[in-house]
């Protein structure tokens, strides 16, 4: 799914010259982006303690939206002051394109 939202990017870039070609390449966006807010969420509750779910998807949350928070402030002067805004997607395609290939290098060890 990380693979989809890369190429939901450089769809943007290559392709997306209409309004309808732009919400195209942001629903391919939301595939991804559904997988990459859920599974983390998913894999904690598998893992944690039941009594104590709630503290540590708590805490979880929060290491999350605080980067999260952050980065936007920051983001926002950085769009603006860029010559290109195409540049944005082009990063963001090539960091999740780079997430998806270490993805590949994840194993899945179950215990016996």
Do not use: H
Not at 41 to 68: C, T
Request: charged share 10%.
């Amino acid at each position: 799914m990380v693979a989809t939202m890369a190429l939901g990017y450089f769809g943007i870039v290559m392709w997306a010259s209409s309004a309808i070609m732009l919400y195209s390449m942001m629903c391919i966006l939301t595939l991804g982006w559904a997988a990459v807010v859920s599974l983390p969420f998913a894999i904690m509750s598998e893992k944690v303690d039941k009594s104590r779910m709630g503290f540590f998807m708590g805490i979880f949350n929060l290491s999350v939206v605080l980067p999260q928070l952050i980065a936007s402030s920051l983001v926002g002067t950085i769009i603006k002051n860029a010559g290109d805004k195409g540049i944005t997607f082009i990063i963001s395609g090539i960091s999740l394109a780079i997430s998806a290939a270490l993805w590949l290098l994840v194993s899945d060890k179950k215990k016996a």
